[in-house]
């Protein structure tokens, strides 16, 4: 059985815009939402720039009893996955018990609730151990963020957390596909949460010399995918969730549809903890295995969404690798990358590019990369630079890589 797939809403929670369509109208713009750390006093450290969500409310998601005992990205996923329901006139409070038990959820985070762990650990030892959380170890335990967020919305199907680095969201998005294509389940809610703004992930970070630090004093130059003077990626946070639904079921209730998922590829180069092997070889097969999926040429592609880090090694590999995926075509493919606009989200950041590409097939505009001031010899593609560009897309690929030797892709077709 390989049912088709497609998406019926969508919720954001960005550095750069709280809901769906404030996300959009900056990203279409290149309106950029890093700015200087706010949530802890950053002076001390040669990092003092992310991308942080300003202005959420997370009392609106989670009640000031249960706060103290859930980390930030709970409230996050709760939001998003909030609007993408709502998007998608899925009401699972007007639903029975049976119909809840239709619905699974599949979400991606790299770091779950890792913040909320390092803050128990500053409460303990800095001798104040009566304000740590009773539930200090279920929710520092990466899988119960899925089951706070069934809990949430009464979700009874299945309730999983893909945490695979920087391609958890993108794992978990093709999971999600696959339970609907093969049957098991007719919906389901899946896309990425992080919130890893915090003193000892930003420490961790910087000790292995891959973050920006020239651009504290204009934070918004600071990610520069592709760019020859790039010095490494911008730490950030962020929802960006989705329903999906078997394609007859969506058309039978008058879902209005954002996209098809059509394919999905992941490989792994088995290398190395955080370095990419040089060939570019296994990101590139990841892409050639989601556009085979989807029964298409790659030529037929016209947009790839890069992984785009804006560190010297990632964007120059994946460069090749798409010279490697798409051999002649990769000349003529658009493509950019949200992480110039919005810094790096870790394990959600593969949610929020194919937010942006699902995006950018409904209104036919193409997100530009920002910053690209210095063009770098070995990234020789077009990257949609500065300003955003009118193309109607019918074929699109989100491109993930990730810490561990992970890469995945997910194939996206306009049927609209």
């Not at 797939?5 to 279409?28: C, H, Q, Y």
């Not at 000892?200 to 918004?220: A, K, Y």
């Not at 810094?343 to 593969?350: K, L, M, R, V, Y």
């Amino acid at each position: 059985m390989n049912r088709r797939v497609v998406v019926t809403g969508i919720g954001a929670v960005s550095p750069n815009g709280i809901g769906r369509e404030a996300f959009w109208e900056a990203t279409r713009n290149g309106r950029s939402g890093v700015r200087r750390i706010t949530r802890f006093d950053a002076s001390r450290y040669a990092v003092q720039v992310a991308g942080e969500v300003v202005g959420f409310r997370e009392e609106d998601y989670v009640s000031p009893k249960d706060r103290p005992h859930v980390s930030r990205v709970a409230p996050l996923a709760i939001a998003a996955v909030q609007e993408a329901l709502a998007d998608a006139g899925v009401e699972t409070g007007r639903m029975s018990r049976e119909q809840l038990r239709e619905i699974g959820l599949i979400l991606g985070s790299g770091g779950g609730s890792q913040e909320f762990t390092e803050e128990q650990y500053r409460l303990y030892y800095g001798g104040n151990v009566r304000q740590c959380s009773v539930y200090v170890v279920p929710t520092s335990t990466i899988g119960t963020l899925a089951g706070e967020v069934s809990m949430h919305f009464g979700l009874r199907g299945l309730s999983h957390v893909i945490s695979t680095g920087c391609t958890s969201s993108t794992d978990a998005i093709g999971y999600a596909y696959r339970n609907i294509r093969s049957g098991v389940l007719d919906v389901m809610v899946t896309g990425g949460v992080d919130a890893p703004i915090a003193p000892l992930i930003l420490r961790g970070f910087q000790l292995m010399r891959i973050m920006s630090t020239r651009w504290n004093e204009e934070p918004e130059r600071a990610s520069r995918p592709f760019s020859r003077d790039r010095d490494g990626f911008v730490l950030a946070e962020g929802s960006w969730f989705f329903v999906l639904e078997e394609l007859e079921r969506a058309r039978a209730r008058g879902a209005k549809i954002y996209g098809e998922i059509a394919g999905y590829g992941s490989t792994c180069e088995a290398f190395h903890r955080v370095r990419l092997e040089e060939c570019g070889e296994e990101p590139a097969r990841a892409m050639r295995m989601a556009i085979a999926e989807g029964g298409i040429p790659p030529e037929a592609v016209q947009y790839i969404h890069y992984h785009g880090t804006s560190t010297e090694l990632n964007d120059r590999i994946e460069t090749r690798a798409t010279h490697l995926a798409f051999d002649g075509h990769a000349g003529k493919l658009a493509g950019s990358s949200l992480k110039s606009i919005i810094g790096h989200p870790q394990g959600a950041c593969g949610a929020a590019g194919i937010a942006a590409t699902l995006l950018a097939m409904r209104d036919g505009v193409l997100p530009p990369t920002i910053n690209l001031d210095v063009p770098d010899p070995q990234c020789d593609l077009d990257y949609v630079t500065e300003v955003g560009r009118r193309v109607n897309l019918e074929y699109a690929l989100s491109n993930c890589i990730a810490f561990g030797s992970k890469n995945s892709a997910i194939l996206l077709r306009n049927i609209n």
